[in-house]
DNA sequence: CTGAAAGTTGAAGTTCACTTCAACTCAAGG
DNA sequence: CCTTGAGTTGAAGTGAACTTCAACTTTCAG
């Protein structure tokens, strides 16, 4: 009972719902060996991967994008440090430009306050970025792109 | 042609869908007129409300939340800056807070990339807000409760 | 007046991230 | 051995936020 953790054991341990951690696996984020009696049963490094899906869901990355992630991990050896460093650094990064846009929102909408616009012709708040320097006539507002999902995360 | 505008005026200048727009009219978030044809005719102060909207979902408020929001506007009169400011203020709380969050959840990144855990069993990243000082044993991590739609705004 | 572009509707479909369910099987204490 | 709690599966359901579709109707420039 040293090394190998039930499903029960993993989703009290990381909060996470024995059918989210199911979900998971077939996703192919996390992964389990099998008892005879076809049971899962995690090895610990599992718990690690399992925090970093969640960490980075609340910086607003899709499970797909997370996978990507994960793939990138030594298949082989249990990844070290290292390797879980590499693969959150690129994280932080976006971390950093998910904070600075909404410290821009949150400046805009204070600009928003003080002038009272958020009228869509002036106010840059509809022109984030400045993205949308020349596309056609009328102005363009808010958001330029489909969009990143945020996240789903009610962290509350 | 001054006042009205039709959906794919509305559209346009609003870089939302018409399919969104009637959507969000379906919901309670913008309003129109009717023509003769049944046709939706849209006051320019919609414009308003729809670029609230977008602005609120990317700080990740659900739709429910912002009609609930935007029902506390006037509905006699022409809302004023000053009914727009009042809204926005409550919403700037939610942006502050949220990147105070965002900001703990990157230091605390930096520290488990600094000390390469992720551990789950120490690591406060894994134990968010202290919110889990006494729940069994074992450490909890990451997210406490389910989470928030962070916006799925794919507006193309 | 006419034809094309723009608009209307309700119903159904889509994606993401899960959860719920039913019907079983396994594991372990008494 | 037996019961009970934990685990298994595939299929279906959920909710948010839209989009797509088909079948029409309006609007408006020429």
């Known amino acids: 009972m040293h090394e190998a953790l039930t499903i029960g054991q993993l989703s009290a341990r990381s909060g996470v719902a024995q059918s989210a951690l199911r979900y998971y696996e077939r996703l192919g984020l996390i992964r389990a060996e099998r008892t005879g009696g076809n049971q899962r049963r995690y090895a610990r490094t599992e718990l690690r991967r399992v925090a970093f899906i969640r960490i980075s869901q609340?910086?607003?990355?899709?499970?797909?994008?997370?996978?990507?992630?994960?793939?990138?991990?030594?298949?082989?050896?249990?990844?070290?440090?290292?390797?879980?460093?590499?693969?959150?650094?690129?994280?932080?990064?976006?971390?950093?430009?998910?904070?600075?846009?909404?410290?821009?929102?949150?400046?805009?909408?204070?600009?928003?306050?003080?002038?009272?616009c958020l009228s869509l012709q002036r106010c840059h708040l509809n022109n984030p970025g400045d993205s949308l320097s020349g596309e056609g006539p009328g102005a363009r507002l808010v958001l330029p792109r489909p969009a990143e999902s945020d996240g789903h995360v009610t962290a509350s």
């Open 58 to 116: 609340q910086v607003g990355i899709s499970l797909d994008e997370i996978r990507e992630a994960l793939d990138s991990l030594p298949a082989s050896r249990t990844p070290t440090p290292d390797d879980w460093a590499a693969v959150s650094r690129t994280w932080r990064e976006r971390l950093d430009e998910k904070i600075r846009l909404l410290g821009k929102l949150r400046d805009d909408l204070d600009g928003c306050i003080g002038c009272g």
